[in-house]
């Protein structure tokens, strides 16, 4: 018989959460190992449930999804991983290209979407929504899209300023010093040619970013 596929699940959202543990629960041919708030708290369960496949929220408190990715696999280099989130903007889109994940999915798609999805990655393939494909097309065509602009930490460093957060803030994280993350400040402004925090909204907004607020 078949082993069956070990599923981690981390989402801060606790109905979100919920969907998540109940559906996995009844799903033929997957485990539900453990279910996580915090990418803090699912490092743990990484470690005592080794998990074949991650299923993660793009932004959680703290370290977020992607981060959260990559620490895992130190702990579990085999473990594969399908992001969830409402997000569809270049900026978010090209950190989860160059993340390397196998799987992006956005959180309003139907469950049947989903088990495709979580199929595919679970198998060893890659699955990527529609949505995320369209965007990343677009991107390659574009000579000034953030992704061409911007390094993979200014990238990261913008969407915590468009959040309002300061440089301290900021620092804290994503595990910088306050005066490194001054310097991407600078350097991010420089390259949109922003001088304050209002011009680079509109810069970035003109580059192609729409927006991060929230947690989805």
């Not at 018989?1 to 559906?23: T, Y």
């Not at 991983?81 to 409402?86: F, P």
Request: hydrophobic letters at 45%.
């Amino acid at each position: 018989m078949k082993a069956r596929v070990k599923v981690l699940v981390v989402e801060d959202q606790g109905m979100f959460r919920a969907f998540l543990v109940e559906w996995l629960s009844g799903l033929s041919g997957y485990e539900l190992v453990g279910a996580a708030p915090s990418a803090e708290d699912a490092l743990v369960l990484v470690t005592e449930k080794q998990p074949d496949l991650l299923v993660v929220d793009l932004q959680l408190p703290g370290m977020d999804g992607l981060e959260f990715v990559r620490a895992a696999r130190q702990l579990r280099p085999q473990a594969r991983a399908l992001v969830l989130s409402s997000l569809v903007d270049p900026l978010a889109l090209t950190r989860v290209r160059e993340s390397g994940v196998e799987g992006y999915l956005e959180k309003d798609a139907p469950p049947v979407q989903l088990q495709a999805a979580l199929d595919a990655v679970a198998a060893g393939r890659r699955s990527h929504s529609t949505r995320y494909q369209e965007v990343m097309s677009r991107e390659g065509g574009r000579p000034l899209a953030i992704g061409k602009i911007l390094s993979r930490r200014e990238q990261q460093v913008l969407s915590q300023v468009l959040e309002g957060r300061t440089s301290r803030e900021i620092a804290e994280r994503i595990g910088l010093s306050a005066r490194t993350v001054e310097f991407h400040r600078a350097n991010i402004m420089g390259k949109l040619g922003a001088a304050n925090v209002t011009e680079l909204v509109v810069n970035a907004r003109l580059h192609g970013f729409t927006g991060m607020t929230g947690n989805p």
